[in-house]
């Protein structure tokens, strides 16, 4: 989905805990999306993908998962950005079993903060979820992400506002709720924002722990110098399902390039190295296995990418260009 999550991060005792980010120590992340098999079928297209994943139309279990880990480690990723939608939201139901996949890996999960995009919620509610999010996975799971004096760390989708005002409002609200966090529950929380126009004139953006664009339908997002910590993000390609092939949005599949930006990533310096996305089918951005195309595609259209048939080429290229001094 066109969306982007803040981090959010809680310190608490039995959990695995990572150290901050530095210019020297990247965390290398990957968008997920946890509501399998539901989303398979959508807007009259089963599946909803212009692509055949080599798992075929899996369910989010804790076995499929395991393996989604394994290759995202290789691939030299460390961390999963993972949609939440809300209590007991689909998306919410299947995080058990990314906790469970997780435990005993050293892989870590954030969740990425979704009714941002379709709602303002208040600080309150925020804060809540925070909170819910804390107290259901973490303790007894080593797979929640925690930043040492930082907290649970969370991606927040801010849904794009073509408004300064409206952005600069979601960071106040943002900020709020970090306070009500700590106030009520004696929480933390690092807290990154999809960034919006204007985003580096909001007057609480110091409150703010770090920005990221999430845009798959360019190569290449780089805000490095956003305040606090910044994100350098990149895509293997967009094309949603059923849409005619280069009808825009539109990034084509193209190794060279995907290889070239990879190493762009790498020498940015930035704290926070994005993919987006390791499975958003829909969108037709994942960097997980195809073994061909579904619907009609120029002859010579990168449709297969399945590598091995457990470790996808994109993937391969990662893990040929591994985050410095990770």
Known sequence: MFAVVAVLVVAVAGCKTMAPPTATSPIRAAFYYPWFPEAWAQQGQNPFTNYTPVRGSYSIDAPTVTTQITEMQYAGISVGIASWFGQNSTTDKHWPALMQAAQGTGFAWAPYYEPEGISDPTPTQI?????????????????????????????????????????????????????????QYNEDVYIDLKVFPGYRQCVDDASIDGWHQYGPASSDQNFVTAPGDGSYGISPGYWKSGAAYGTAPFLSRDRARWQQSVATMNASGAKWQLIATYNEWGEGTAIEGSSGCRNVAPAGTYCDWHGDGTVSDFSADLHAAAPPHS
Request: net charge neutral; proline share 2%.
């Open 127 to 183: 804060a809540a979820d925070l909170h819910y999010i804390r107290q259901t996975y973490v303790g007894s799971t080593d797979g929640l992400l925690l930043l040492n004096g930082k907290g649970m760390a969370v991606f927040v989708y801010n849904a794009d506002d073509p408004t300064q005002v409206k952005g600069c409002d979601t960071v106040t609200r943002w900020k709020q709720a970090r306070q009500l966090l700590h106030d």
